[in-house]
């Protein structure tokens, strides 16, 4: 009977205990819900390590822009962009790694809840928070605006849904459209009496003032990428953004990386570390320097031969220690990474006053664009004015319009920044550069091709968007491109 009432008594504490009995297994240490300031962080570091980085994998920009080719693995500047499923790569990254984490990041922000605090602090914390969502809008919208200009249509008003398994493609321009929309309402939501994301910004360590520069930057770059589709829009776009943009190099859009890993600028990983001795200037690249006798030619380039620096053919096996090489400051640790500068903002204000859609002196932008360029890598200022007096520099001289000038000078500053140079050749349309012989298209690509994965795992939305661009080709321009 004893033995009854203390199991009757046992049975009863377990019961009411059983809640606590649930979690003994718990990790109290463990994060059950990652911050979103450290997912908008990890998504912010991702975009811009796939937008600096040069791995083949991932990342071929530098080899479209025909700054750089391969001496013994030649697919890549041949455009065999299938064989390394580099679209699946950067397609991945650009939503999985960045959008997503950015989408996670806006959610759990907005959801934040300010409460016990004074009417004061109230305010400060909500224009604060405010001032996240905006950031991270301004980040998403750059997202998008790469992989539309990389791949023409893609998902986006279903991409990042978990409920839709084959997100349909939607037409680029339209995207284009509601990101303009989307960033001008950011624009106006960066509060900048008020700070945001501190230290967690990589970028600009939360200085909202920087970050309203950098938006109004995108949306002069966006304004200007539809000027031979939209002028109107395009114009309007320019003269909202042009007074308050990116305008020294002190207020660049940069990421620092350190001498040591994880955290080293991924060229470092790409060149040293990996001990790939295959990246070469391309002769595209170097003859040009060379007949403008450039004075970037020890910076971005290494090892002359005989006084003078070599470029490869591009697009061919060669022998590495042939040619010159790639400049010593691309194999050093903590190289920091650019995605927006003053240059680019100045070259963009020059072909906007040259089209009518802002008043001002291309000419003075123009040098200042090249001058902003070489003093951010160190070209002394009397080797900058003789650069740029020289008759096939000087805007009143040079060869061609503004869009040859430009392009010309423009795709030389971009040299660090491949998927910009690549991207501005396109809508420029100079420098001209030419398919090498017996590549896997007859003239540089357009665009990347969809990742194959689509084609095998949502192939409806797939055919469909293939269909409405004309075609899922190499040769196939993205709606902004209508001058190929």
Same mark, same amino acid.
């Given at each position: ?29 463990? =994060? ?7 997912? /908008? ?5 991702? /975009? ?16 479209? %822009? ?34 997503? $984490? ?12 300010? !409460? ?36 023409? $249509? ?77 002028? %109107? ?45 295959? =990246? ?17 030619? *020890? ?11 070599? +470029?490869? *053919?591009?697009?061919?096996? !060669? ?17 920091? +990474?650019?995605? =927006?500068?003053? %240059?680019?903002?100045? =070259? ?25 360029? /070489? ?18 520099? $000087? ?90």
């Amino acid at each position: 009977m004893i033995k009854k009432i203390i199991l009757i008594c046992l049975g009863i504490f377990f019961v009411q205990c059983s809640d606590d009995l649930e979690g003994l297994n718990e990790d109290e240490k463990a =994060f059950n819900e990652v911050p979103g300031e450290t997912l /908008m962080t990890n998504g912010q570091r991702n /975009m811009v390590d796939q937008l600096v980085n040069t791995n083949v994998n991932l990342n071929v920009f530098r080899l479209f %822009a025909q700054y750089w080719g391969e001496a013994t693995y030649t697919d890549e500047a041949n455009y065999n962009i299938v064989t390394r499923s580099i679209p699946e790569n950067h397609w991945n990254i650009m939503y999985r790694d960045v959008l997503k $984490d950015l989408d996670e990041a806006y959610r759990l922000i907005e959801a934040q809840e300010i !409460v016990n605090v004074s009417p004061s602090q109230f305010e400060e914390d909500t224009a604060i928070k405010a001032n996240k969502l905006a950031i991270i809008e301004v980040q998403r919208v750059l997202a998008y605006q790469i992989l539309v200009d990389t791949f023409a $249509d893609i998902p986006y008003s279903e991409a990042l849904d978990v409920d839709i398994i084959n997100p349909s493609y939607d037409d680029d321009e339209a995207i284009y459209n509601d990101l303009i929309s989307r960033l001008n309402t950011a624009i106006g939501n960066i509060n900048t009496s008020f700070g945001s994301f501190g230290g967690q910004d990589l970028i600009y360590n939360g200085n909202t003032s920087s970050w309203l520069a950098l938006a109004n930057s995108i949306k002069l770059r966006m304004g200007m990428r539809i000027a031979d589709v939209d002028p %109107a829009q395009a114009a309007e776009l320019v003269s909202s953004a042009s007074s308050n943009i990116i305008d020294s190099n002190s207020e660049n859009a940069t990421i620092e990386y350190l001498s040591a890993t994880p955290n080293t600028n991924p060229l470092w990983i790409d060149l040293v570390q990996t001990n790939r001795r295959d =990246f070469v200037p391309a002769d595209t690249f170097v003859n040009r320097l060379n007949d403008l006798e450039d004075p970037r030619r *020890p910076i971005f380039l290494a090892d002359p031969i005989d006084g003078e620096y070599i +470029g490869a *053919p591009y697009g061919s096996t !060669v022998s590495y220690d042939s040619y010159s090489h790639i400049g010593d400051i691309y194999f050093t640790q903590d190289l920091e +990474g650019l995605i =927006f500068d003053a %240059a680019e903002s100045h =070259f963009l204000l020059a072909e906007a006053v040259e089209r009518g859609f802002i008043a001002g002196d291309a000419e003075a932008l123009y040098e200042q664009a090249i001058r902003l360029n /070489m003093e951010y890598w160190g070209v002394e200022s009397s080797d900058i004015d003789s650069y740029i007096s020289q008759s096939d520099v $000087d805007y009143a001289t040079a060869e061609g319009d503004y869009k040859q000038k430009i392009g010309v000078q423009k795709w030389i500053a971009l040299y660090n920044r491949g998927f910009e140079g690549w991207t501005e050749y396109r809508r420029l349309d100079y420098p001209q550069l030419e398919a090498p012989e017996g590549a896997q298209s007859d003239i540089v690509p357009l665009r990347f091709t969809y990742p194959v994965i689509e084609q095998n795992l949502n192939s409806g939305s797939y055919n469909a968007a293939a269909s409405a661009i004309g075609g899922d080709e190499l040769t196939t321009p993205v709606f902004w491109d209508v001058n190929n």
